[in-house]
């Protein structure tokens, strides 16, 4: 007996490449509706879209359920419905593997030295080993009870402050892994969006100024030079040669809708973000803002910023009159006579009369010979103000030159991720941090609270956090709360 199958089209997981591309496709698929739709996952998508209206600017969210409950495909589903609703910010997701975040065991300890230290308790003398011990009497069991009970609280004590020492120890190293990873998931996850976002730009934008074929060459060129972290300059080249340094390309990302039966996609930023006429200068801004600290990650920039301020002032100024009793220079004794300085005016002047009479030789006139000698003093009387009255030139000039030594370090990117968050928003996108997998942290308990003690500006004031966490930690929340209460006057 031979049974055959066939293969049924199912539902495409959500935030898929399948399904992303029915979402973001001109013909209005979207996703087929396949997943069960809960009243939290209803609470959840609100709460994004207030977040992505600007009416929140920041929110935290935690999905507590036991393993393989579909606590991702919930996150994941809810962003999805975000991106379909929204008409604010588009969502961008930044999934990150929470235990890589949070545990302190996820990057190996360094080995520590070990330290030679002599026994100090130990002397030789010739061939026998004397010991130094405390000469009391031998001790009684009360004695000894006492005493193991004192070492045993005192050995106590001591692991807890040793405890608390290598947390806050840790403390700096957890935080700087945090920053890098969410750093490099945001540029990452932002030049995947508006390379994306090209491909539907391409083929709709009214303000293309190059053949389809052209612009998919610049995008697969812009996906190498953001792989390097480029610089604006390199950015604004790439944008302009398409056409798309005004309108930008972020908001060809919108699902497309119909309207009279007609396909459209509305491409104009919402007011939240910003202008149309300047919004592909904020996708360039958000770019680089994110180049900038992700180069803190890959490399170790050094970077030198010089300016230099230079002025010029120029002041005419006439012959002055010599001072009294202002002695003479020695070049003064080779300087030309009067008689050497006129003879150039007397044979012009000359020049000009005889040119006069030369004119009018048939018939010379009185009134002829006037205007020539007149030519002639006219020009005497002009060379002679050129030469005695000219113009002098003084100049002078004045310099600053400041130079800085840019620090590029991680408190740099704990300064600045605040500034990225509100660029990426500006650019028309709202991050939305999913950290997952956190069940499988060894103490969850712990670790969460030290990561959102550490993160606490950036998790409810900055940004959309989700947190998945086994329903275990939900429970001791829940149990904390009544023990507090309980406790309360």
């Not at 956090?465 to 939900?474: A, G, V």
Request: aromatic share 4%; net charge neutral.
């Amino acid at each position: 007996m031979t049974v055959a199958y066939r293969l049924r089209d199912s539902t495409p997981e959500p935030l898929s490449r399948l399904a992303l591309q029915q979402l973001r496709a001109l013909d209005a698929s979207f996703p087929a509706a396949g997943h069960i739709e809960s009243e939290s996952l209803k609470r959840i998508v609100y709460e994004l879209l207030r977040y992505c209206r600007g009416e929140i600017d920041g929110i935290s969210v935690l999905v507590a359920g036991q393993r393989g409950a579909g606590k991702t495909t919930l996150a994941k589903l809810a962003i999805q419905h975000v991106m379909r609703q929204s008409d604010g910010l588009m969502p961008l997701p930044l999934m990150l593997h929470g235990p890589t975040i949070i545990d302190p065991k996820a990057v190996p300890e360094k080995p520590a030295v070990p330290a030679t230290t002599s026994p100090p308790l130990a002397v030789t003398e010739g061939m026998q080993v004397v010991v130094n011990t405390n000469a009391a009497a031998p001790a009684t069991d009360q004695n000894e009870m006492e005493a193991n009970k004192q070492d045993k609280e005192e050995s106590e004590k001591e692991g807890k402050e040793r405890k608390k020492s290598e947390s806050e120890k840790k403390s700096p190293q957890e935080k700087e892994r945090a920053l890098r990873l969410i750093v490099t998931a945001l540029y990452r996850s932002l030049s995947l969006a508006l390379y994306e976002a090209w491909l539907n730009a391409a083929h709709e934008s009214p303000e293309r100024r190059r053949t389809e074929r052209e612009l998919l060459a610049l995008r697969a060129h812009l996906d190498l030079r953001l792989e390097r972290a480029p610089d604006p300059d390199v950015l604004r080249k790439i944008w302009e040669r398409a056409g798309f340094l005004h309108r930008g390309v972020a908001f060809y990302l919108r699902p497309a809708q119909t309207d009279a039966g007609s396909v459209k996609r509305n491409s104009d930023p919402p007011s939240i973000a910003g202008t149309w006429s300047d919004q592909g200068i904020r996708e360039i801004v958000a770019l680089a803002s994110c180049a900038d600290a992700y180069r803190v990650i890959i490399s170790k920039p050094q970077e030198i910023l010089g300016r230099k301020q230079q002025s010029d002032y120029l002041q005419e100024m006439k012959l002055s009159v010599p001072q009294v009793g202002e002695k003479k220079k020695e070049d003064d004794a080779k300087s030309k006579s009067t008689a050497e300085k006129a003879t150039p005016l007397v044979m012009g002047t000359a020049a000009s009369a005889l040119t006069g009479l030369a004119l009018h030789a048939p018939g010379v006139s009185l009134s002829a010979v006037a205007t020539s000698i007149g030519i002639g003093l006219l020009v005497w009387i002009g060379g002679l103000i050129a030469m005695n009255y000219g113009v002098r030139t003084s100049r002078q000039e004045m310099r600053r030159e400041l130079t800085m030594d840019i620090k590029w370090d991680i408190d740099r990117l704990e300064r600045d991720l605040p500034l990225l968050l509100k660029r990426v928003k500006d650019a028309g996108f709202a991050p939305i941090i999913v950290l997952d997998e956190l069940d499988k942290v060894e103490d969850a308990t712990e670790s969460l609270h030290r990561f959102l003690k550490l993160t606490k500006h950036i998790v409810t004031d900055q940004s959309a956090f989700m947190f998945l966490t086994n329903r275990d930690y939900y429970e001791k929340l829940n149990a904390m709360e009544q023990v507090g209460a309980e406790s309360a006057p």
